[in-house]
T-cell receptor, first 111, second 115 residues
């Protein structure tokens, strides 16, 4: 069973802090890695894609991929209350048309 | 840009009724998916399609049917609705570059209650 694991949280950080969200996966053949943000009652929204080892930065968001250790993380710098949401990790395993989604980590940013 | 459009947004059904959830995308994506998400839970794949005329079961297909007659449309049919099918339903679409999956784009969802 190919799995994607995330800490369910909740993760609580103060406004302005760095929030760190982690995701591990079991399939070494995984090739594409995505982070989605889902506000309560809304649909998942793509915030980051990463395909190769290393860091990828987009504004306050940084995705980090380490294929050897089979983890992908998302850092949110200068966290804002508007970042409070559930963050879903999703992984494409190459050769499969489906993404495997983690159960999500709920983040709360306290003013 | 419309992206992925789902209708209706909300629906209440009685036990035993049937209905079709509509999903259409305008991004010319080959791949389309139906998920359900129960409160506080993750996404569960119901059915997916890799192109017109091709569909396959996901993790929780029982009680549902799909068809894919065009690239744009991927309706989900509920036959004999049961309370266990009360959920939020999301449709998504994606493409592929070579063998590498691209991200899925989600519709706004259909909130369905079976009473």
């Amino acid at each position: 069973q190919k799995e994607v694991e995330q800490n369910s949280g909740p993760l609580s950080v103060p406004e302005g802090a760095i929030a760190s969200l982690n995701c591990t996966y079991s399939d070494r053949g995984s090739q594409s890695f995505f982070w989605y943000r889902q506000y309560s009652g809304k649909s998942p929204e793509l915030i980051m894609s990463i395909y190769s080892n290393g860091d990828k930065e987009d504004g306050r968001f940084t995705a980090q991929l380490n294929k050897a250790s089979q983890y992908v993380s998302l850092l949110i710098r200068d966290s804002q209350p508007s970042d409070s949401a559930t963050y879903l990790c999703a992984i494409g395993q190459g050769g499969s048309e489906k993404l495997v989604f983690g159960k999500g980590t709920k983040l709360t940013v306290n003013p | 840009n419309a992206g992925v459009t789902q209708t209706p947004k909300f629906r209440i059904l009685k036990i035993g009724q049937s209905m079709t959830l509509q999903c259409t995308q305008d991004m010319n994506h080959n791949y389309m998916y139906w998920y359900r998400q129960d409160p506080g839970m993750g996404l569960k794949l119901i059915y997916y399609s890799v192109g017109a005329g091709i569909t396959d079961k996901g993790e929780v297909p029982n009680g549902y049917n799909v068809s894919r007659s065009t690239t744009e449309d991927f309706p989900l049919r509920l036959e004999l609705a049961a309370p266990s099918q009360t959920s939020v339903y999301f449709c998504a679409s994606s493409s592929r570059q070579g063998a590498v999956d691209q991200p899925q784009h989600f519709g706004d969802g259909t909130r369905l209650s079976i009473l």
